[in-house]
Each structure stands twice: as C-alpha cells, then as structure tokens.
C-alpha cells in the first residue's frame, strides 16, 4: 500500500499544520525542501541542512539520470546513502528540466527524447523510466512526469500540455504500481487558464495520487496570477492529501500561498541567493556585495540561532563575497536555509494558534523595514 | 618584552618536539599551519580547523593590505575577530606575494613600489609599513620585510637580494619594537648558495630574531637542493628559537625537513589540492577524477577521525567533483587538514618516544601503496 499518513492538526481560514509520516521520519507541514539537485544542497554539509529544521530536501531526476546516473546511485545503496540523507527525499520527475535545460528536446505522445546539457548525448524519459529512475535513486516521494511549458504560450499547447501531463499522469501510476513505503504525487498543469486548470486537477483527482502538486507556475508570471490560480486550483484538490507548489518561492511568495492551502515547497532561492552575496534576513534581503557593509561589526542578525548569522560580522561577510572565497557562499546559504527554516516554523506555529492573518500581516511589516530602512537606524560605522 | 618561551619536551637526532608558548596559545611543534590567504582557511568553517588540531594559521599581508585593507581589519577588531580565529595567526610580509603577484614591481634600496593584482592601484610596501600592517591585522607571529628572487638567479643577484634581505631585517626590527605578547621572525635568503645562506643566517643572530624562518625554498628546485640547503644552514640557527620553513611542503618534505631540526611549517598543498580534487591519505595521494572511483561505496579512508574521510564514499566525493559542486572542494580540503595535522602529530610522538628515523620509514612504505597498489587491494564494486 502506498501513500503516507498526513494529518492535520489544525487549520486557520484554508491554512493548514499537520505532518506526513513517512517511515524515514515525520514531514512537518508547512514545508520547505531546499533544493539538492546534483544529490547535494549546495554548500551544505547534509548535518547542517538537517541541524536547520529540513525534514525533507529534494533532488532532480534530470540531473541525476545524466550524472552519475539511477543505476549507479542504486549500485551505491540509493540516494539517501550516497548523499547522506537518511530523511525523506522527494524526487521531481525530469519533465521541467528537460523544457529548461536540455537541447534539442523532442516530444511525441510516448515521451520526451533530449540532448545531455552536459556532453550532448542522447536520452530520452517516459513516463514509465522516469518512475523507474526515481525508484533506482530510492525517492519517498515520487513525481509523475509531466510535460512544462514555457509560458505565456497559446491555449491549444496549453491544453495540449496538460491532456497529455494527465495521460503521462496515468501512466505513471501504473508504472509506479503502489510501491509501499513511497508516495505518488500528480502534477497540475494548464497554464493561466483556470478552465483548464480544473480540468487538470479533476482528472487527477479520478486517477488517484498520494498527494498533489501544482507545476508550470513561479516561472516568471506576476505573483497575482499565481495567487489566482491557487484561489481557482486549490479547492478542487482533495483537503486530506498534501498539496506541493513547486519551485516556490519568495517568502511572500510562501506566505501567500499556505494561506491558500499550500502545504509544500521547494525553491532554489535561498541557495542561490547565498552564492550571489545576498542575505535573507527578519528585515528583508540585504546585498552583501554592498560596500555600506566593508566596515560593520555587527552580525546578520545578532538573535538568530543560525552561527552563519549571528557570529560572523557582515564586514567579514563583505570581504568574503568580493573576494570571491567559498566560504562567503558558505555562510550565506547556510544563513539563508536557516532563514526558511524558520519562516516555515513560524508559518506552522501561527497556524496552529490561529493567528496566520495577523501573522501574514506581522511578517510583512517586518520586511518594510528593508535593507535602506535598517540602514538609517544603524550607527554608523 | 617581545617573543615567546619554547620549549624542547624531546629531541632525536636534529629533530625535535616541543611548544612556543603564546597568550593566545600553545603550537605544539613540529606545527603546521593551514593557509588562510585572504583571512580565510578556503571552504572551511574557522571551528573545523581548529577541531582538526591546528594550533596556528597564517594569512597574508599582501592579499589583507589590498583588501579588505589592513586599517579596516584593525577597526573590526584585528584579524582574530575578523576571520573568527581565536588562537595565534602568523603573517608572512608580503614580500613573497609582491613578487609573484603583483604588476610593475620595482625594487629600490628603501622597499617596494607595485600595482595590485586586483585592481592595478599603486601601493608601496617597506620594512616599516610592512611591520605597521602586520601590527594593525594583530598577528601573533610577524615575519621581516624581505626580498625574495625567482631562482634561478645569477650569484651577484642572490647576493644583492640577501643583503637587501638582512638590511631590510634590521629596519623590521627597529619598526616591530620589540612589541610586548608578539614575536618577530627574520627570515634567511640566499638560494642556494651556502656561502650566501651562511651569511644571512649569522647577519640574522646578529640583529637578534625571536624565530628564524627560512625562505626563497620549494620554489621549484629539487627536493634534494632544498634538504641540502636546510643541512648547511639549520645547524647555523639558534637552537633554543623556533625554525620556520616557509611554504613546505609535502608530506615527504615535512619529514625531511623536521629531521634536519625545522619546527614549524605553512604550505597551500592540502587546500589547492582539496579544490583540485586530490586526497591525501596514509597510502598516497587519490585523484577522485578518476573514473575508478565511481562506483567505489568505500571511503577515503574508514579508519581517519575526520568525517570527510570516513563517512562518505569515494564514489559520492568523486560525483561531486566531477560535477563542480562545492562540497566535493569542502571535503577534500577537511579531508587533507585532517591529514596534514595527524602527519604533525604523528611526528610529534615519534620524536617524543624516540623513534623517529623509523617513523620516516615506515611513512614511506605506506606511502608506496600508492594509488594504484591500493586499487588492486580492493574488491571491485
């Protein structure tokens, strides 16, 4: 029997807390996964990741079939040995990278074959060998493969997109056939046209998953649209089955969403913005590369728990990032998880006291007092 | 009153074991210090270095001077708070990296005129500014202003050099001023002339040093030409202060070289070596490039303490590495400190018991199971 246990120990308006018990431990909802797509989160030692609050992280089936390959990941005891990782991981599916990355993709009604972005060999995904790779790495979670669109694209490929994700939907199901101890998630699609959204969603729904994600949106679209698709998509998704935006977001963006009745996320933001020079903080998103940071004592964020954010001083934290050292990089993604780690527990802790309103309202005040407002209450140096 | 107690717990033959006592803490010696160029040990947190066992770091005047600019670590606090590194810090006097560095170098009798290899600005380096850099930054352990030549080098060049070398030594001192809780090291050139070292080792006792490095060594000449050099000109240093052998080495090379009566070292080997996807073990140094250690579930080596060895497989490290991911540059270079300090320690207690000269055997005979002897020991995967 596949499929975990989710429960939902409480709901504020169409918020909800719970958690997905899966045999590699618990998933506490709202989620964040940071995003481990070559099999490591990048700049993080696996214990810190874990140390920070992650109950689940996630990995990519594109990257991983390409290099080093399922079967040579399976050869090595699966992804959670190989990557020490002994929690959940869930897996997507390829289909999104292989729209963004991979070159000369072609599509027919069977699967998609496509050039490595990396040495230019063939391969080619189906629905049914995106499963099997998914099970060779050992994924808890599984995604059905999916066909992405770029958009904004013309409604006939929209829904062309979406009537074939639902048959590979199927398919995959059959392919996955209830391997116990894992779950099966399908994947709405249909673009910005609600119609074909529902429709989307109500066929997946007839099929059967574990849970539900919502794909193709945070893909340059105006928050306002991706919000109005979650009012428009959410309610037809089943309340007692875990609901996963992918690739989101922002921490706006998340907050707007478990409002919405988003229980999971992933997003390559606070990773990638740690390897870029800049810092999440309570007050905003501050840009270590500027220089009105060369000559500040003072930490991140002197009350965080995070070492990244509360021992090292931001002059330091400067130098490190213009200097181009690892280490800079280091710290601020490490800053940066610990900063989603902790927005999704205070998410979950507002939630279950039934405050989320107030909360949404608390968090954004917080961030007006941006990197130029907490500037001008600083002493200067 | 400048300099520290050192003491000799043993000796064995001209190797010895023993302590330089600093407010800041004891170096077990024979000490090798981890480089941490731009006040930085790369891509590692500054606890991990300790925790490996280094008792010292050195950092770089030249990079620090260019950026972040040494009056500004000053107002951070002095290196130590700066790079979060507590304990004694040794910096060299960027006389070294002028010369390899930097642009337009010109050399005059009074110091160094030279463009930043970041930027092209113009900046002067002389005795006296050198030691002023080295006081603002804070470091325990200053090295002398000095002029280092690329050798080959005609004899009336080297001779030049040296002199320049002691005359700039005594203007170190005269600027350092015996400063109270520091220490000042003079630093023997000479290439590889014996006569020229001879001098400048007796020109330096003369003048008076709290230690005495030698320099301009392992910049390319033959083991066998740098082990000469340290017999002719080691047995001319006082034996009651600390040797110092400047950017040394190899594993090989530190044996060697504690044997003729060395005490401390510093080299970028294990660092570069760990970006480069290079491990050092006790049986050699592994290439995790190579394609034989894909499949391999073993670790680097099962029995070290450090976790970068022991915990994750050979085939994971290697995936990492050939797939650029920063964690396969952190492992490697934890996985290299860990061996460069268990080398010292290693060291240390067979001098202590006496047994040095086999020590120095019986490294090398493991190290003879080199690469390839070691793969053909292991059971293919």
Redesign the interface.
């Known amino acids: 029997m596949s499929g975990f246990p989710f429960t939902i120990a409480a709901t504020d308006g169409a918020a909800r807390t719970g958690a997905i018990k899966t045999p590699r431990g618990e998933i506490r909802t709202p989620a964040f996964m940071p995003v481990g797509t070559?099999?490591?989160v990048?700049?993080?030692?696996p214990e810190q990741v874990r140390a920070l609050g992650a109950d689940i992280v996630l990995a990519n089936t594109y990257h991983l079939m390409l290099?080093?390959g399922a079967e040579?990941v399976a050869?090595?005891?699966g992804l959670h040995?190989?990557?020490?990782w002994p929690h959940p991981i869930l897996t997507d599916s390829g289909g999104f990278q292989v729209m963004s990355l991979a070159s000369l993709r072609k599509v027919d009604a069977d699967g998609v074959s496509f050039r490595s972005h990396i040495d230019g060999s063939e391969h080619r995904l189906t629905p049914e060998r995106s499963i099997e790779i998914q099970r060779l790495l050992d994924s808890d979670i599984v995604m059905q493969f999916d066909e992405c669109l770029a958009l904004p694209a013309p409604r006939p490929d929209v829904e062309r997109a979406m009537r074939l994700s639902l048959a590979w939907g199927e398919r995959s199901k059959a392919a996955f056939d209830n391997a116990p101890d894992k779950a099966l998630f399908g994947i709405v699609q249909g673009g910005d046209i609600a119609e074909l959204r529902l429709i989307s969603a109500e066929g997946l729904v007839e099929i059967g998953f574990d849970g539900y994600a919502v794909g193709g949106l945070a893909v340059g679209e105006p928050q306002a649209t991706m919000l109005q698709i979650l009012d428009e998509t959410a309610p037809a998704l089943p309340a007692d089955r875990p609901r996963y935006l992918m690739g989101v977001g922002t921490p706006d963006d998340i907050l707007e969403s478990v409002a919405r009745g988003v229980d999971m996320f992933d997003c390559v933001l606070p990773t990638r913005a740690g390897r870029h020079g800049l810092a999440y903080t309570r007050f905003g998103k501050l840009n270590m590369k500027n220089a009105r940071h060369?000559?500040e004592?003072a930490p991140i964020d002197a009350e965080s728990a995070c070492p990244a954010a509360r021992?090292?001083?931001r002059?330091?934290i400067?130098?490190?990032v213009?200097?181009g050292?690892?280490?800079g990089?280091?710290l601020l993604t490490w800053n940066n998880l610990a900063y989603y780690q902790t927005l999704m527990a205070d998410i979950r802790a507002a939630i279950a006291s039934g405050r989320y309103a107030d909360h949404i309202l608390a968090m954004k005040a917080e961030w007006a007092r941006s990197e130029e407002g907490r500037a001008a209450l600083q002493p200067p140096?």
């Open positions: 070559q099999a490591t990048k700049t993080m030692y290099r080093p040579r050869r090595l005891g040995e190989f990557m020490r060369a000559d004592s021992d090292y001083s002059g330091y400067h130098h490190l213009k200097a050292e690892t280490l990089a280091m140096a």
